[in-house]
T-cell receptor, first 113, second 114 residues
Framework: DSGVTQTPKHLITATGQRVTLRCSPR?????VYWYQQSLDQGLQFLIQ???????AKGNILERFSAQQFPDLHSELNLSSLELGDSALYFC????????????FGNGTRLTVT | DQQVKQNSPSLSVQEGRISILNCDYT??????FLWYKKYPAEGPTFLIS?????DKNEDGRFTVFLNKSAKHLSLHIVPSQPGDSAVYFC?????????????FGGGTRVLVKP
């Protein structure tokens, strides 16, 4: 158990809808990361937050947004969903120092129909 | 542009033998490298890492080798066990980049046969 909790585990929704994915980091970790893994693809970095502030941004679509709250949990909001957004979305957390491992949750599987 | 590549999508090995997984990178700014293992329906689990100031790091059955001039790293698993059957990802990061984001390779699926 990595200590990172993601909810829900599965989400099925229709195109055009909006969903929110939730992540609680490991105790003591201040950084939260979001990654997307599409079918047969590697993990693609979306965004990182540290202690409530955006730290780094990857290939995150404008339809997607995230935030980190004062209790350090994070939410990833996906709107105007398209079929191609179907993927596994992983949250990870780490101590806030460079060159430290990320610890991943078990992911949320999003299916857009 | 794939900055981290794992050219072997799969690997099959007999129990007790050595598994060797390879990874190449193109970004010379990368200075920290990691290997993760992933089982189905679970998130990636951190296995072992290496800083660019070293060329080898060992942890039990797992050893990572780094060849900076070739921009190549490898993971050796000795001896391989059936429980090692999983997808393995290599990842890299740069201390000079903003944040601590990891760039991942596409993964290698390892099957250890009893």
């Amino acid at each position: 158990d990595s200590g990172v909790t993601q909810t829900p585990k599965h989400l099925i929704t229709a195109t055009g809808q909006r969903v929110t994915l939730r992540c609680s980091p490991r105790s003591g970790d201040l950084s939260v990361y979001w990654y997307q893994q599409s079918l047969d693809q590697g993990l693609q970095f979306l965004i990182q937050y540290y202690n409530g502030e955006e730290r780094a941004k990857g290939n995150i679509l404008e339809r997607f947004s995230a935030q980190q709250f004062p209790d350090l949990h994070s939410e990833l909001n996906l709107s105007s969903l398209e079929l191609g957004d179907s993927a596994l979305y992983f949250c990870a957390s780490s101590l806030d120092r460079n060159n430290s491992p990320l610890h991943f949750g078990n992911g949320t599987r999003l299916t857009v129909t | 542009d794939q900055q981290v590549k794992q050219n072997s999508p799969s690997l099959s090995v007999q129990e007790g033998r050595i598994s060797i997984l390879n990874c190449d990178y193109t970004n010379s700014m990368f200075d920290y490298f990691l290997w993760y293992k992933k089982y189905p329906a679970e998130g990636p689990t951190f296995l072992i890492s290496i800083s660019s100031i070293k060329d080898k790091n060992e942890d039990g059955r797992f050893t990572v080798f780094l060849n900076k001039s070739a921009k190549h790293l490898s993971l050796h698993i000795v001896p391989s066990q059936p429980g090692d059957s999983a997808v393995y990802f290599c990842a890299a990061s740069s201390i000079k980049a903003a944040g601590n984001k990891l760039t991942f390779g596409g993964g290698t699926r390892v099957l250890v046969k009893p």
